[in-house]
């Protein structure tokens, strides 16, 4: 089958980064300034559309014809952008994505990131930065420029020239990727599966436009008043910087030269001399907390339609290939504790902009809008939401995995898994901790326990779960050794699970664990086979010294997602396990998702082990939370003996209803 790889330049007055390439498209100045493209192993072409050339007519036919493949590093912006600008529907099915393929081999999200992890001999033009800022966005007027707002290729035509050329390099670069790639192919589901990604994201959820709105225009009000009051306090001019409010603390002997972030807070309250500086402290907490980065962001990246579009991304955490957020950042929304009439109330009274009443009922602005954010996505018109999600995916996988056999039994019969656990760990009868019984403290424990244990945590993953503090610290090292000794099984895993690699690397062999696992080294790279299908990959694997443990470790090379760098991890049998587990979970989804848009589901989001599914009100009898969670819980074949659960909604706005 031909293949034809594809790399466009565009421009548009709407800011990519802010707003995605759905919003981006939708300006009225939006266009493709150059179409570089190759077939096969032939020649790079560039059509340079502003100097009014034409699109071939096989490159044009070829776009719509499923006999032929094209590929682009982020085909998502290729394919918008090209169904936009020429008209022409460019069916998923038929793309490849190679920024996806490098994502699951463990590579960067770039294509000069991956380039240069690859040391490709193809390098991505380090020029382009700047072409891409001189000829894509607009640019300020100045009397140099003539007052203009944006650069056309006649006012540098030497610039033009290396742009065209960058244009096509990136082309050269793509297809010496994808032959790198080519030899760890996708499994067809997975396309099949980025495919229906890519129709979730072209489907979008609708937003709630008044409440998004009124919640900016209620943090600004809300902002303008703690200002206010803390410039009286102070008769500082500008009581928000850091550096005049740290001044006048130290004129009243608060010491806040380490800053005044929330982790300081606590001992600064304690130094106030005096209510007056207690209170312009108070005023500072209360100013960092009013955040509406989330609000702005549905503003940033609504289109015509009031819907968002692209707030997922396939493959986005590489190691295991689950989903990431993007955007409006869907998967770290904050939880709702505010329910049922209550949230239905609070989230009219914003709408109506009766903030005086709002912050009476509900007390702080910065409270109740993060309580309200999830209800800004709201059912199309005629629609109403189905919510659902898989009840403790992770623990059954894991329990499957290992074979804890009480623990499988819990899942299939009463699924109180925290009780459960905590009546293994103590020692005390399991229908005594219920509600009303001295032992029902005991669920914390086993609850705390069983969030932190499972992967090899230990007392600071307790501490970390422990968000509540119901549990003395002094407890943590007995209930680590509690917990294991409750699930000898999973403790054995996690031990087999690091032999197993590390023997896979040392003997560049194959070492099968059960339930279809294994893992296997070929051509520098670690590859731990999952029941799926799927491989999850580990770049370079070596074997070191672990100096804190005292014997040899497994070190891969990867990007690290906080420092935003290509560098080396270690990592040990708690770290496998979590990562075969996640993906594992990631592949329920996958199947759940597949049988839900088969059965007729519109899908507009989906969030960790949860589905949002967009379901006409009409006609009458179609959908049903009972048949949801009956579709989402049907045995997989290839994880036989897995224990599935779902429970789900239906609600009229996005909600979390724990």
């Not at 190679?98 to 990131?113: D, F, N, R």
């Not at 962001?297 to 993007?326: I, K």
């Not at 609070?346 to 007390?363: C, P, V, W």
């Not at 800004?376 to 290992?402: H, K, M, N, T, Y």
Request: with cysteine; charged share 30%.
């Amino acid at each position: 089958m031909p293949v034809l790889s594809i790399d466009i330049e565009t421009y548009s007055s709407v800011s990519l980064k802010e707003c995605g390439v759905y919003r981006y498209v939708e300006a009225p100045d939006f266009e493709i300034l150059l179409f570089a493209y190759a077939y096969d192993d032939e020649s790079v072409q560039v059509v340079d559309l502003t100097a009014f050339e034409d699109l071939p007519e096989r490159v044009r036919l070829d776009l719509a014809d499923p006999a032929v493949i094209k590929t682009a590093f982020n085909a998502n912006f290729e394919r918008v952008c090209i169904e936009k600008h020429f008209g022409i529907r460019c069916d998923p099915r038929q793309w490849r994505c190679t920024m996806v393929w490098s994502l699951a081999l463990g590579l960067p999200g770039s294509l000069e990131g991956v380039a240069e992890a690859l040391g490709l001999e193809a390098q991505k033009d380090a020029r382009g930065k700047a072409l891409i800022k001189y000829f894509s966005v607009p640019c300020n007027p100045t009397k140099a420029n003539g007052g203009r707002t944006r650069n056309f290729p006649e006012h540098d035509p030497k610039k033009w020239r290396q742009f065209i050329e960058y244009n096509r390099q990136d082309v050269v670069v793509e297809r010496e990727i994808r032959r790198f790639l080519e030899q760890f192919p996708l499994p067809d589901h997975e396309w099949e599966l980025w495919a229906l990604d890519q129709e979730i994201n072209d489907r979008g959820i609708r937003l709630d436009p008044t409440l998004f709105r009124q919640a900016i225009a209620c943090d600004a009000q809300y902002e303008e008043r703690l200002i206010a009051e803390a410039k009286e306090l102070t008769g500082l001019e500008n009581p928000n910087s850091l550096e005049q409010l740290k001044e006048w603390l130290a004129e009243r002997g608060v010491d806040a030269s380490e800053g005044l972030a929330k982790e300081q807070m606590p001992v600064l309250l304690d130094q106030a001399p005096d209510e007056e500086t207690r209170r312009v402290l108070e005023l500072r907490q209360e100013m960092a907390k009013t955040s509406v980065d989330k609000y702005r962001a549905m503003e940033r990246c609504m289109c015509a339609d009031e819907r968002a579009r692209g707030l997922l991304q396939f493959c986005g955490a590489g190691r295991t290939w689950r989903w990431a957020g993007r955007l409006v950042q869907v998967q770290n929304l904050p939880k709702n504790s505010i329910t049922g009439n209550d949230l239905a109330l609070a989230r009219e009274t914003l709408r109506n902009g009766d903030f005086a009443l709002l912050e009476m009922l509900y007390g702080p602005p910065p409270f109740v809008l993060s309580q309200l954010i999830r209800t800004a996505f709201i059912p199309s018109s005629g629609c109403r939401f189905i919510v659902a999600d898989f009840s403790a995916i992770e623990g059954r996988v894991v329990a499957w995995l290992a074979d804890e056999e009480w623990k499988l039994e819990v899942f299939r019969g009463h699924g109180k898994v925290y009780e459960a656990t905590a009546s293994r760990m103590f020692g005390v009868p399991l229908e005594t901790i219920v509600k009303g019984h001295e032992n029902y403290r005991y669920r914390a424990f086993g609850k705390v326990a069983e969030l932190a244990c499972g992967y090899q945590g230990g007392v600071n993953a307790l501490a970390v779960m422990d968000s509540k503090k119901e549990i003395d610290p002094d407890q943590y090292p007995i209930l680590v050794k509690q917990w294991r000794e409750a699930n000898p099984n999973i403790v054995r895993l996690w031990y087999k699970t690091e032999e197993a690699a590390i023997r896979a690397v040392r003997e560049k062999t194959t070492v099968p664990l059960k339930h279809g696992v294994r893992y296997r080294y070929e051509s520098g790279y670690l590859f731990a086979d999952l029941p799926s299908g799927r491989s999850l990959a580990y770049k370079n694997p070596r074997i070191k010294p672990d100096p804190n443990y005292g014997k040899d470790g497994l070190v891969f090379d990867g990007m690290d997602q906080v420092k935003k760098k290509w560098m080396p991890h270690r990592t040990y049998g708690g770290r496998l396990v979590e990562n075969i587990v996640q993906a594992i979970a990631r592949d329920c989804l996958a199947v759940a998702l597949r049988r839900l848009s088969d059965a007729g589901y519109p899908i507009v989001m989906h969030v960790h082990d949860e589905v949002v599914l967009d379901v006409p009100v009409v006609p009458v009898g179609f959908g049903s939370v009972e048949e949801v969670t009956k579709i989402m819980t049907q045995p997989i074949d290839w994880a036989p003996g897995l224990p599935l659960a779902a429970a789900g909604f239906e609600c009229e706005f996005y909600q979390k209803n724990d």
